[in-house]
């Protein structure tokens, strides 16, 4: 039969009775025939709890102490859900990512894997265990333990599924699959049956929070098959009717997908706009400002430069709302006067609204739609930036949900 990796998120884990279900989820595969490895995240909420101690005791707590603490929690996790399925009558056996190991970079609080070494959990498959392995975490050259980050149990599922060429990667959550948009900001939003990797990718880093999106840089680029599919159903429901449920993200465009020219509504409320007005049109002039907002660690979304018939230049970008103070400081204080900037103006209430679908590369008309739907509805665009599957604009804050209604609508995506 096939080797399948389960991953459950904090909420599948979040009590000895959920853990119970999930054992007895694992166990209906296992007995089915399928070898089973299992990637669990640490309970809800435990992780905040041990790094909120470590911050009772310092503002800066050290990123390697962080990771030794924050790792606790998976380990937790992989031990409980080990004993529950020894408790359904299942051989199982429990290993944090040292041990497996799951090799990473030294970028404590934010590392990333370098490679996996699948030796001995197909060992254990061989045998008929279960091997249930911690998620968020490996093992850096020096042998500390560092993490991945926050969402990082998603990315290991996935890069363990890559590592032991497993046939599907199935990732357990509190929703039932990957909605047309939000379902509590438009009732009539829809589960997609499927999706492919470049609108999952799209989707998550517009804002989607189905799936972490180093998970499906992941998924794409190793070709991982995964579904995305809820834990909080009837564990013991028939086999085939789970696998046939959630949404599957697949790295194949068939040709149902031709119809659907677009799959999803995206949107992200925390932006901020920035605009460095009246910069002289030179050569350079983009880095000297954006170079300094980079060197401070701060991403920068979308980008857009006017220059007027004087010579002049307005330079306007957006960066996420937790970094705008910092962002505005470092203009203000260093760049302004250097790049002799006439002003610079900033706007933190603001938000991103995207259209995703793989269809928009054979269909025109896309934005035409997308910009008189908005206009209609009164709502001014700010900013605009494309690619070849994705149309997303930057609008005020307070418009938001009436955009992804309106959008939601036109595009007809409450129909099937």
């Known amino acids: 039969m096939a080797l399948i990796v389960h991953k459950y998120g904090g909420t599948s884990m979040g009590s000895v009775e959920r853990i119970k279900n999930v054992a007895k989820r694992v166990a209906k595969w296992h007995k089915a025939g399928h070898k089973m490895v299992v990637v669990p995240s640490a309970m809800s909420g435990e992780t905040n709890r041990l790094l909120g101690l470590a911050r009772e005791i310092t503002a800066h707590p050290d990123p390697r102490e962080l990771d030794m603490i924050a790792s606790t929690g998976e380990q937790v996790s992989v031990g409980l859900l080990a004993i529950a399925l020894q408790a359904e009558g299942l051989e199982a056996v429990s290993y944090a990512g040292w041990q497996v190991p799951i090799k990473t970079d030294s970028a404590f609080t934010k590392a990333r894997i370098n490679d996996i070494d699948g030796t001995r959990v197909l060992a254990d498959l061989d045998a008929g265990k279960v091997v249930v392995v911690t998620g968020f975490q490996g093992v850096d050259p020096d042998g500390h333990i560092a993490t991945l980050g926050r969402g990082g149990s998603d990315t290991s599922a996935v890069a363990i599924a890559a590592a032991l060429k497993a046939d599907e990667c199935l990732i357990y959550t509190d929703v039932d699959g990957v909605y047309t948009t939000d379902p509590r900001v438009v009732e009539e939003a829809r589960r997609l049956d499927r999706v492919t990797f470049e609108e999952m990718l799209e989707m998550a880093s517009l804002g989607s929070k189905v799936l972490q999106i180093r ?201 099937g």
């Open 215 to 415: 998970s499906v840089e992941f998924a794409g680029k190793y070709q991982v098959k995964t579904r995305v599919l809820s834990s909080l159903t009837d564990p013991l429901i028939p086999l085939e009717t789970e696998m046939r449920s959630g949404t599957l993200i697949t790295f194949e465009e068939d040709e149902t997908m031709e119809k659907a020219v677009i799959s999803g509504i995206a949107f992200q409320r925390d932006e901020a706009r920035i605009a460095v007005m009246g910069v002289p049109d030179k050569p350079g002039i983009a880095y000297q400002i954006l170079g300094p907002v980079a060197d401070a660690n701060i991403d920068i979304d979308m980008i857009i430069q006017n220059t007027s018939v004087d010579g002049k230049t307005d330079f306007t970008f957006t960066v996420g709302r937790g970094d705008y103070a910092h962002a505005m400081e470092i203009l203000t204080s260093k760049v302004q006067a250097h790049v002799k900037a006439e002003q610079v103006r900033g706007d933190p209430k603001v938000s991103k609204v995207s259209v995703v679908g793989v269809g928009m590369r054979s269909h025109v008309g896309i934005a035409s739609t997308m910009f008189r739907t908005l206009a209609e509805e009164g709502i001014n665009i700010q900013m605009i930036s494309t690619s070849e599957i994705k149309i997303s604009v930057l609008i005020d804050e307070k418009y938001t949900e009436l955009a992804v209604r309106a959008l939601h609508k036109v595009f007809e995506l409450d129909r």
